[in-house]
């Protein structure tokens, strides 16, 4: 993007808060956010989002920046350990930052099927038979995380278990493109124009 993207402006608030209110009105429990050291910016626009309750939001600043989506997500795990008393009933879901159009009905389905009897099992929504965002891994597959060698990636996980993939073309409308991420100006651009993310 060449500038801080999950900070630009966006319907009147900063990309990432869009994608915040998602996860609020999805029913999850704790947001946790992964920020890099000296990324000042983003911490403000998530502190404010916090001190307005718009979401329970844990902030996680790691010594070293994670280089990866794996680094990041092992120190959020390590805090959930750290703070919180998670069982083999609890799962946690994953997504990236830069989705102002995350469904929370989405998120909602992967965590009612997690509670109705899939709790040992990966869950990833799918519309028109994509795979996207956010995937659900049972609290159980956490300490996998910490076996990934330094060269391998999250796939990792999910290629040794089975993942039940979870239809959510009901959910959202053609027009809503939940599964969109914003990596480029162009995307930024297009998406200020087709408008549909997150209030």
């Known amino acids: 993007m060449g500038r801080p993207k999950l900070v630009l402006p966006l319907g009147g608030r900063a990309l990432v808060r869009h994608t915040i209110e998602a996860w609020r009105r999805s029913g999850v429990e704790r947001t946790i956010v ?13 502190r404010e989002a916090e001190a307005n309750r718009q979401n329970k939001v844990d902030i996680v600043v790691p010594e070293i920046a994670p280089p990866d989506m794996k680094e990041s997500l092992k120190a959020a ?27 929370a009905a989405i998120v909602g389905r992967l ?11 990966i869950l990833a929504p799918t519309i ?7 995937v659900l891994f049972p609290w159980g597959l956490a300490a996998e995380l910490f076996e990934i060698g330094e060269s391998e990636g999250l ?10 993939l ?34």
């Open 77 to 103: 795990v390590a805090h959930v350990e750290g703070c919180y008393e998670p069982g083999l009933e609890d799962a946690f879901l994953v997504a990236p930052a830069d989705m102002p159009r995350l469904s």
């Open 111 to 121: 965590i009612g099927q997690h509670r109705d009897g899939g709790k040992q099992e």
């Open 34 to 46: 992964v920020v890099r050291p000296g990324d000042e910016a983003l911490l403000a626009v998530l």
């Open 155 to 164: 796939n990792v996980v999910v290629e040794r278990h089975e993942v039940h």
């Open 128 to 134: 028109a038979g994509r795979r996207g965002h956010p």
């Open 166 to 199: 979870v239809s959510c073309d009901d959910l959202v409308a053609a027009t809503e493109k939940p599964f969109a991420d914003v990596d480029t100006p162009e995307e930024y651009e297009r998406l200020m124009k087709e408008g549909n993310f997150n209030a």
